[in-house]
């Protein structure tokens, strides 16, 4: 399958507690980004980076921190700020900038506060 | 800031009948508009993309259609089939930009 891989499927947190979210391609892209998915509110964008060591906030980048040290990686941290972290994440990486810019997915990680 | 409104919320129809899904974005520089399908439980999916230099853009069942000087894109897919049900997010890019998405259209297809 595919070229964009994320990990795990399912994560319990217990409130007060970060967790990672992994996120890896094999498609040699520039671009990767982080959305976050909720019932009723599309995709929402938290984190995205255009190049290795560089990342810049989306629209809801409160209570979550990124790194981007690998062009095939690009981990999300959900921390104890994130006040309301049970939501459906998507990872997602392009070409950088041009014409053909189709956004893969990855299968997702869905997280719950217990 | 750049936004993607997209219409219906929710839509449903009877098995072969057609299926329109709208939508319009406030960045007149965005030109690249991807339509992407999501099954429950499942990734989006790519199913059709329209750039900003075209109008329409058909393949078998499914059309795009974009007019820049309203700043609206639409989605039409034909002879509907119950495996088209699923969540239909529209998007839309500048170059060197990011992927703004809609809140998403819910799309039933009743046998």
């Known amino acids: 399958d595919g070229g964009i891989t994320q990990s795990p499927k399912y994560l319990f947190r217990k409130e007060g507690q970060n967790v990672t979210l992994s996120c890896e391609q094999n498609?040699?892209?520039?671009?990767m980004y982080w959305y976050r998915q909720d019932p009723g509110q599309g995709l929402r964008l938290i984190y995205y980076?255009?190049?290795?060591?560089?990342?810049q906030k989306g629209d809801i980048a409160e209570g979550y921190s990124v790194s981007r040290e690998k062009k095939e990686s690009f981990p999300l941290t959900v921390t104890s700020a994130q006040k309301n972290p049970t939501a459906f994440y998507l990872c997602?990486?392009?070409?950088?900038?041009?014409?053909?810019?189709?956004?893969?997915f990855g299968q997702g990680t869905r997280l719950t506060v217990v | 800031g750049e936004n993607v409104e997209q219409h219906p919320s929710t839509l449903s129809v009877q098995e072969g009948d057609s299926a329109v899904i709208k939508c319009t974005y406030s960045?007149?520089?965005?030109?690249?508009f991807p339509w992407y399908k999501q099954e429950l439980g499942k990734r989006p999916q790519l199913i059709i993309d329209?750039?900003?230099?075209?109008g329409e853009k058909k393949d078998q069942r499914i059309a795009v259609t974009l007019n820049k000087t309203a700043k609206h894109f639409s989605l039409h897919i034909t002879e509907t089939q119950p495996e088209d049900s699923a969540v239909y997010f529209c998007?839309?890019?500048?170059?060197?930009?990011?992927?703004?998405f809609g809140k998403g259209t819910k799309l039933s297809v009743k046998p």
């Open positions: 997602a990486s392009s070409t950088r900038g041009g014409l053909d810019t189709e956004a893969f």
């Open positions: 498609l040699n892209h520039d671009a």
């Open positions: 980076s255009q190049i290795v060591n560089d990342f």
């Open positions: 960045d007149s520089a965005s030109n690249y």
């Open positions: 329209i750039r900003s230099n075209v």
């Open positions: 998007a839309a890019k500048r170059s060197q930009g990011n992927l703004i």
